[in-house]
């Protein structure tokens, strides 16, 4: 069964960076497409990102479009989010989710497997 654990999270002051990690066991990474998702404090879960198994071009909600690049590095089984000029309102618990055999981005109920979450706070 496909795993995924999400890494990187912490606490980053205002136009800071940081890059997490979507590292998964069980399955190879090629075939899966990664859905990154946040839910902000008292928001719901929403999705920020997809990237779909080929890594062809990734697509982003506005909030984030010219500061987060979703890659993946298959011989590393990861997939990553590089997070850059961080706001306050980028603060939340950060996911990633599995799509297994999705070319395109799937709706986010129809991903098969997700991380445990990792926190990401931006003091202003």
């Known amino acids: 069964q496909l795993q995924l654990v999400e890494s990187g999270g912490g606490l980053v002051q205002a136009e800071g960076s940081l890059r997490l990690s979507c590292a998964a066991s069980g399955f190879a990474l090629d075939h899966i497409t990664i859905g990154w998702f946040r839910q902000a404090p008292g928001k719901e879960r929403e999705e920020i990102s997809c990237?779909?198994?080929?890594?062809?071009?990734?697509t982003y909600v506005d909030s984030v479009k010219g500061r987060f690049t979703a890659s993946r590095d298959h011989a590393k089984n990861t997939a990553y989010l590089q997070m850059t000029s961080l706001k306050p309102e980028d603060t939340g618990v950060y996911f990633c989710a599995g799509g297994l055999g999705w070319e395109t981005c799937p709706k986010p109920e129809q991903y098969d497997f997700w991380g445990q979450g990792t926190q990401v706070t931006v003091s202003s």
């Open positions: 990237i779909n198994y080929s890594g062809d071009t990734p």
